[in-house]
């Protein structure tokens, strides 16, 4: 008797590809997220130390690709609570009539020598790429694992 040798399908080679394509989009969102929620100001709350920011220097840069022109000031962040002035520190935004001696509203994150005003929304476009990332991992891997296909009618 002749017995046929099973060669494997190249199905589950694909099936296999698509699951490590889904885990890898999926890692790849959480982290983004994770990210997100740690370092930027959002809905979810305010990282960094509150305080303010006296002005030393400011310099406009010209706008970009339709984007409005910036502003970048230097200065001396103080914390709102205990702790040591931090010099050398910048904040970014918008033009507007900042000058030396200035007082600003700023939070300031650990270890970072970049402050940020609240609600600026920067939050917005890394968090949606993350809930793409998460939509084509899901995707992906429901490929893989054969959810996605399409069941027979039982009458």
Avoid: K, N, Q
């Amino acid at each position: 008797m002749i017995r046929a040798r099973r060669v494997p399908s190249r199905s589950g080679a694909r099936r296999g590809a698509a699951v490590a394509l889904g885990a890898a989009l999926l890692t790849a969102a959480a982290l983004l997220g994770a990210w997100t929620v740690r370092s930027m100001d959002g809905p979810w709350g305010s990282p960094g130390r509150p305080g303010t920011l006296i002005v030393e220097r400011c310099t406009a840069g010209p706008p970009a690709g339709g984007t409005p022109p910036t502003m970048r000031c230097v200065g001396t962040f103080t914390p709102d609570r205990s702790g040591p002035a931090v010099p050398g520190v910048s904040l970014s935004g918008p033009v507007r009539p900042w000058s030396a001696g200035d007082i600003r509203r700023a939070r300031l994150p650990e270890g970072s020598r970049r402050a940020y005003t609240g609600g600026s929304g920067d939050w917005m476009v890394p968090l949606g790429f993350a809930a793409v990332l998460l939509l084509a991992g899901v995707t992906a891997t429901g490929t893989g694992l054969g959810l996605w296909r399409g069941r027979p009618d039982v009458r």
